[in-house]
Nanobody, 128 residues
């Protein structure tokens, strides 16, 4: 498993932007399909954006399409989530997740159970 640490969360006004980072340990970061999930109080954790191991495929939940962008820099063992035009309903703890992928470079995974490793999360609060 890879160890993951999120950063970049904070308090921002509606319409503002934040960039989350997810730093991974180890030298095999490029072997992992990655994802961002979030969980608001009293709700289940949901996927936000996911990316294939190769980085050539991404998938977003409808409510963030056009506002959020997932990316990765394997040389830095880091994944990012650029969040623009933030809305109060984006308020949640954001988690990054990784799934080891040996054979299928372009697969993306939206289910929580697909992921082997999780970070501890970073709080994002959007005020109205």
């Amino acid at each position: 498993q890879v160890q993951l640490v999120e950063s970049g969360g904070g308090l921002v006004q509606a319409g503002g932007s934040l960039r989350l980072s997810c730093a991974g340990s180890g030298r095999t970061f490029s072997s992992y399909a990655m994802g961002w999930f979030r969980q608001a109080p009293g709700t289940e954790r949901e996927f936000v954006a996911v990316m294939s191991r190769s980085g050539d495929r991404t998938y977003y939940r409808d409510s963030v399409k056009g506002r959020f962008t997932i990316s990765r820099d394997n040389a830095k063992n880091t994944m990012y989530l650029q969040m623009n035009n933030l809305k109060p309903e984006d308020t949640a703890v954001y988690y990054c997740a990784a799934r080891i992928s040996y054979t299928t470079d372009s697969a993306v995974y939206t289910g929580m159970n697909a992921y082997d490793s999780w970070g501890r999360g970073t709080q994002v609060t959007v005020s109205s």
